[in-house]
């Protein structure tokens, strides 16, 4: 359980975070989405203790972070940009970390092969791949079997399989109980493990919502239809809750009937259809659209096709 | 807390135990000695000490006695031996740095506290573990120096024991003065969280400040060299006191004074800064 009441803090004038409140529960993956430069990794390291917040508070399972006693038992972290020494090997660095709370060397192995880090875990760290550096971070988030667990951007650098893994990862600590709170820039990663969204842009709170309400949400069912005689069409199609705008090409953009109906209905018309195609919006799509005025980062062209960060969204779908 | 959607069914884990100072102490153990930088380092102060107590002495015996009289008259066989910890505590002042910047320009640094979110027992135990690993290495070595120097000097008769008088002293004293060395570069590390920026204040307040010191007029320079952190940690190393240097252990004294100051220091800006 994570709970921030107020979270804002301030670099200089520029506010990173401002004035966010939510509250994270057990027992499910909540996706923390946002734009690169949203604030997302300055709120996490907030919730570790690591900045202090200008004004308000988080607290993890009720304390602030510092007050907890054995802090690694209650939080797992995997921060961005892997806080790793380089020099070091794997499993120095885990049990260096286990060292600090008691934790036993069996417990270092433990979650070293659950990682399936074994064969490398006395080589130095300054010579993993990202996606292995990924893999110890997320070794020493779990090195203390912790309650609850934050995650910054996890999947980055891992291969598919690498990705498929994480995802039962989190799903399966959800299960048990724990608190997952993940963050990613990419909203089909999100659309594949959490359950709950908080969507933040240039620090400020967008939504809170399941993520079965957003998906609801973003999908307009708008329904692309073309035909020889699109006025008579639009006319048979008329009705409440149904909105018929004319698209250029003999086409219409129908939303309120299924491709079923509106199929149905100009056969009763014995109106000759040329195309009946349902057009969702992705949610990547309903995700830029809700964030496009708080992307931090524009490309120098056309601002639709430049919210950077998003386009490499689709290389996993 | 409200209920969860699912229940905690896992098995319980064993019983979470207290960061305390001595767990981290054991951690930052853990981190000194998984280091490769640790052992080159400290290699390095070692081949210095005993290298030079092998050059110096041998230079002296070969060209004894010298042209100038008064060099003799004033020749202190113990400090020759041990010319080589002004090359060392070069090693073991960029290693006491490095012990924190190097956490800091990994990003470990975040680990770190995430894991001990008080910090300070961090800066602590990495004071501790680091002067007790430069302690527990210089006391040796440099004994070693100052057998195997003594030993090239006898040829000429120069040498000395360690049981004449402020030998031992002189000595030990120099294995200290290294580790308070080592101590002022973890809090400056630590105070200013960037390797090069550490480094180069260490050696600033080590050797520049001398050379500034020097170019003031005399009646400025006089009263203020004695109390420059260099010339007081140095004082311990010479058997006979230097008069225009403090007392031994007073000298010493002054010279981890100024390293608990910029341990305090770092301890403050530590609590009040982001990580």
């Known amino acids: 359980m994570i709970e921030a009441l107020g979270l804002t803090k301030l670099y200089g004038r520029k506010k990173a975070v401002d004035d966010l409140t939510f509250t994270i ?10 734009p690169n430069g949203a604030g997302k990794s300055t709120t996490m390291r907030m919730i570790l203790g690591l900045d202090a917040p200008t004004s308000g508070s988080v607290r993890v399972n009720g304390k602030l972070y510092r007050e907890h006693s054995a802090p690694l038992h209650e939080v797992g972290a995997l921060l961005e940009a892997r806080s790793i020494h380089t020099g070091r090997s ?8 286990a060292q600090t709370g008691g934790i036993s060397r069996a417990r270092v192995d433990e979650v070293v092969d659950m990682v399936g880090l074994r064969e490398v875990a006395r080589k130095r760290v300054g010579g993993f791949s990202l996606g292995m550096g990924q893999r110890l971070g997320i070794a020493s988030a779990l090195l203390g079997d912790p309650h609850t667990l934050i995650l910054d951007e996890p999947v980055n650098g891992l291969d598919p399989d690498g990705i498929r893994w994480i995802r039962n990862l989190l799903k399966s600590l959800a299960a048990e109980g724990r608190t997952v709170f993940v963050s990613s820039h990419l909203m089909s990663e999100m659309a594949q493990t959490a359950e709950h969204l908080i969507v933040i842009g240039r620090g400020r709170l967008i939504a809170d919502t399941s993520m079965d309400e957003f998906i609801a949400r973003s999908s307009h069912n708008l329904v692309r239809v073309r035909t020889t005689d699109p006025d008579n069409l639009a006319g048979v199609l008329a009705g409440p809750d149904v909105s018929v705008v004319a698209a250029p090409g003999n086409a219409l953009e129908v939303s309120g009937l299924s491709t079923d109906q509106i199929g149905l209905a100009a056969g009763r018309a014995g109106i000759t259809l040329l195309e009946l195609s349902a057009q969702q919006t992705s949610l990547e799509e309903a995700f830029m659209e809700l964030t496009k005025d708080d992307v931090e980062f524009h490309g120098a062209t056309t601002t639709n096709e430049s919210v950077s960060p998003l386009e490499t969204a689709g290389a996993d779908r | 807390m409200s209920t969860a959607t699912a229940t905690p069914t896992r098995p319980p884990a064993s019983k979470p135990k207290r960061v305390n100072q001595a767990r981290v102490l054991l951690s930052e153990w853990t981190k000194i000695r998984s280091l490769r930088s640790t052992s080159f380092s400290l290699l390095a102060a070692v081949v210095f000490i005993i290298g030079f107590s092998v050059l110096v002495p041998w230079v002296i015996v070969a060209h ?6 008064r060099e003799a008259l004033g020749f202190d066989p113990t400090t020759r031996a041990l010319s080589g910890i002004f090359l060392a505590q070069l090693a073991i002042g960029v290693l006491g740095v490095l012990l924190i910047t190097g956490e800091y320009a990994t990003g470990m640094i975040r680990a770190t506290f995430a894991a001990v979110p008080a910090r300070l027992p961090v800066l602590w135990a990495k004071a501790a573990v680091f002067a007790a690993v430069t302690l527990v290495l210089m006391v040796p070595t440099v004994l070693g120096a100052f057998l195997i120097g003594q030993s090239i ?7 000395t024991s360690l049981s004449s008088s ?3 002293r002189a000595v030990i004293g120099a294995a200290l003065f290294l580790t308070v060395v080592g101590l002022l570069g973890i809090g400056l590390g630590a105070l200013l969280r960037n390797t090069a920026g550490g480094i180069s204040t260490l050696f600033g307040l080590l050797f520049v400040l001398p050379i500034i010191v020097r170019f003031l007029p005399s009646s400025w320079s006089d009263p203020i060299n004695k109390y420059l952190p260099s010339n007081a ?4 190393t010479h058997v006979h006191p230097d008069p225009s240097l403090l007392a031994p252990w007073t000298g010493l004294g002054l010279f981890f004074g100024y390293a608990v100051i910029v341990l305090i220091a770092a301890a403050v800006s530590l609590r009040r800064r982001d990580a």
């Open chain 1, 90 to 97: 794997a499993f120095n660095h885990l049990l260096a970390l």
């Open chain 2, 64 to 69: 004894w006695p010298p042209r100038d009289p």
């Open chain 1, 25 to 34: 529960r057990p027992g499910i993956v909540t996706g923390f989405l946002g």
């Open chain 2, 153 to 159: 000097l006898t040829s000429k008769h120069l040498q």
């Open chain 2, 166 to 168: 402020g030998v031992l």
């Open chain 2, 233 to 236: 940690g140095e004082a311990i």
